[in-house]
Nanobody, 114 residues
Framework: VQLQASGGGLAQAGGSLRLSCAAS????????MGWYRQAPGKQRELVAL???????NYADSVKGRFTISRDNAKNTVYLQMDSLKPEDTAVYYC?????????WGKGTLVTVSS
């Protein structure tokens, strides 16, 4: 499985960005896709997950501001980030889990200015 993330960039506080991550290759239809982030000097942390049935899980810090969704036909997961805060600044990583396999995409940088 290969993961290709896009959509990072610079936003002002209160603004929005949308991340996308497309999975390619052969994989199980039952899987979980999600986003993690790592800020400078901090450990990587969960942002949001969504399984192939559409069930979601969010970190408390992003609940009500971020929305994860997926298009199973395109094997793509999205992260709509609204009401961005400077503390959301981080490298965001896409993750795919299924069939005992675990894949990470290359990160995409999100910078939120105050």
């Amino acid at each position: 499985v290969q993961l290709q993330a896009s959509g990072g960039g610079l936003a002002q506080a209160g603004g929005s960005l949308r991340l996308s991550c497309a999975a390619s290759g052969e994989f199980f239809s039952s899987n979980v896709m999600g986003w993690y982030r790592q800020a400078p000097g901090k450990q990587r942390e969960l942002v949001a997950l969504i399984n192939s049935g559409g069930s979601t899980n969010y970190a408390d810090s992003v609940k009500g501001r971020f929305t994860i969704s997926r298009d199973n036909a395109k094997n793509t997961v999205y992260l709509q980030m609204d009401s961005l805060k400077p503390e959301d600044t981080a490298v965001y990583y896409c993750r795919w889990l299924g069939g005992g396999m675990d894949y990470w995409g290359k990160g995409t940088l999100v910078t939120v200015s105050s």
